[in-house]
């Protein structure tokens, strides 16, 4: 089991940068599929972006790719979402979870979820 504890969330302006972090507990951290989602207000949850267990692959949602990078520290038991040129519609609590399933972009496929971090962008 792995408890994932998101911050770096905030309220930035348009154009602006912000970098999440997700700090997982537990030694089998390197043994997970790591993902970012978000889910805005009236919305579902959608993924934004994953790596793979050595962090060699990832993977990003074409509304955020060329934009974001999703990173991993397993030294450390994180991974990371920096997330530049935000735009208002990137407003959304970001949540990470861990998956055991390789390159999955499948909510339903993540077990263990943080408690999410709001990241608002202004116009």
């Known amino acids: 089991q792995v408890q994932l504890v998101e911050s770096g969330g905030g309220l930035v302006q348009a154009g602006g940068s912000l970098r999440l972090s997700c700090a997982a507990s537990g030694r089998t951290f390197s043994t997970y599929t790591m993902g970012w989602f978000r889910q805005a207000p009236g919305k579902e949850r959608e993924f934004v972006a994953y790596?793979?267990?050595?962090?060699?692959?990832?993977h990003y949602a074409d509304s955020v790719k060329g934009r974001f990078t999703i990173s991993r520290d397993n030294a450390k038991n994180t991974v990371y979402l920096q997330m530049n040129s935000l735009k208002p519609e990137d407003t959304a609590v970001y949540y990470c979870?861990?998956?055991?399933?390789?390159?999955?972009?499948?909510?339903?496929?993540?077990?263990?979820w943080g408690q999410g971090t709001q990241v608002t962008g202004s116009s």
């Open positions: 979870a861990a998956s055991s399933l390789y390159y999955t972009r499948s909510t339903a496929s993540y077990a263990y």
């Open positions: 790596a793979s267990r050595n962090g060699d692959t990832t």
